[in-house]
């Protein structure tokens, strides 16, 4: 059995992390994890990068979290892979399965709604994952869901204290028959780290095994913080 991560942050791109991208993939060695995915906050996010350099630097900037973050894991045997956290008004969007040069070519992404952003990723053979739907925080004024186009929901967010958020996710995800996922939406190694994450029985070596596994539901099982 292998344990991923599939969602965190850095405090290379992310405002409200507080550890580094080799702090973190550290962290999730000692923690037995097989391997991450780093999701740091997109521009449209809480993110790091300035808003005010041209597209390409800004993506540049975005991805060297990722890109700190591999180099470690291949020093101790992490395998590390790249998402991003797009945001929309306090509606975040997990995604998977593609990288810097589609970034580079898409900055019109900054300017779509969301259901045309999922059905544009999903063209591009990437997947959206729609990040702890039910949360409830003060920055959060509503709830916003997209059962038509989603590709499937975090179901367990193991940053989450109350268990309602992650029960109605549940409940959300099976009224509309959507694969789930877990994650643990980390920001630091130390006060905010509660693990959390997924199990599966086969190897991820690459964004579209974990695509193909989230879409076939082999996720063998959700990871909540008690299941460290
Ligand atoms: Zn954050
Ligand atoms: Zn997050």
């Avoid at 409200?16 to 996010?45: I, L, Q």
């Avoid at 040069?101 to 591009?124: A, F």
Wanted: charge should be negative; hydrophobic fraction near 35%; charged fraction near 30%.
């Amino acid at each position: 059995m292998f344990k991923y991560e599939t969602h965190m942050h850095t405090s290379e791109c992310s405002l409200c992390a507080s550890s580094t991208p080799e702090e973190m993939v550290r962290k999730y060695k000692a923690e037995n994890y097989d391997g991450v995915f780093v999701t740091d906050h997109f521009f449209n996010g809480n993110c790091f990068v300035p808003q005010d350099l041209p597209w390409t630097e800004r993506v540049e900037r975005y991805c060297l979290a990722y890109e700190k973050a591999k180099a470690e894991g291949n020093k101790i045997g992490l395998d590390v892979f790249f998402g991003i956290e797009y945001g929309n008004g306090a509606a975040d969007f997990l995604t998977y399965g593609v990288d810097k040069q589609w970034l580079l070519e898409n900055e019109k992404i900054m300017r779509m709604d969301i259901p045309d952003y999922i059905e544009y990723v999903k063209s591009c053979s990437g997947m959206v994952i729609h990040a702890h739907p039910f949360r409830e925080a003060w920055y959060i004024d509503r709830l916003r869901l997209f059962p038509f186009q989603i590709d499937g929901i975090e179901a367990v967010n193991a940053s989450h204290g109350d268990k309602r958020f992650n029960e109605r996710a549940m409940l959300y995800a099976q009224m509309y028959d959507l694969p789930v996922t877990a994650g643990s939406d980390a920001h630091s190694t130390t006060d905010k780290w509660y693990g959390g994450g997924i199990v599966t029985e086969e190897k991820i070596t690459c964004p579209q095994d974990y695509i193909r596994i989230v879409k076939e539901r082999k996720i063998a099982a959700l990871l909540d913080r008690e299941d460290r």
